[in-house]
């Protein structure tokens, strides 16, 4: 019963173009990220991707994969880190289309420390890809991942990592008959309750 139930919530955030990523990227996540990707690219390419993030990090290479994914896909792709962000799952978070990228008041977004020296291959393409998708420059980036570099999402948004904070003092609510309004426009759903600054 509970697999059939896994299964039928799975798609069920498929069909409203959600992707939910948790735990370690492997392989196996990965595949299953890129897949949901290319799955929606191929239903609407202009109908926005939303994607929640609650991550320690995973293999470097299989979030390289998806990295590359995310890129491919010609809809927008919203970014919402929940709970924790670690790691290269902060790339992740940061892929998203600028503008687009939010997390809530108490996640917490580390940039990780290379897992080998400098020098080597996914250390270099890491810091590009925090570089592209941050604005930093080479020297920021490598002093913010001298050591792992743990943030609130303020610090975040200063880094360039995201765009905005939901849950703080202006965040903007609408009522319920507004709400449903926003829904059946596709603005809002379920998992977002009220909740509009995300959309704005």
């Known amino acids: ?98 503008g687009k990228r939010f997390s809530m008041k108490n996640t917490r977004i580390m940039m990780t420390q290379p897992m080998a020296e400098a020098a080597s291959a996914r250390a270099v393409l890491s810091a590009r890809y925090y570089m592209e998708f941050t604005g930093m420059d080479q020297d920021e980036v490598e002093e913010n991942t001298n050591r792992d570099f743990f943030m609130t999402p303020e610090i975040a948004v200063q880094q360039g990592l995201i765009d905005g904070v939901i849950g703080d003092e202006e965040d903007l609510y609408a009522p319920p008959a507004v709400t449903k309004q926003l829904r059946d426009m596709g603005l809002n759903d379920d998992l977002t309750p009220n909740l509009v600054k995300w959309y704005r």
């Open 1 to 98: 019963m509970r697999p059939q139930t896994s299964i039928d919530l799975f798609n069920y955030l498929l069909r409203q173009r959600i992707i939910f990523l948790t735990g370690y990227v492997n392989d196996k996540v990965a595949t299953q990220i890129v897949g949901s990707l290319m799955a929606l690219d191929t239903m609407d390419q202009e109908e926005d991707i939303r994607m929640y993030i609650n991550s320690s990090g995973g293999q470097p290479y299989s979030i390289f994969g998806v990295l590359d994914a995310m890129k491919a896909v010609k809809p927008d792709i919203q970014t919402l880190g929940l709970g924790a962000c670690y790691s290269y799952a902060s790339l992740i978070l940061a892929a998203g289309t600028p």
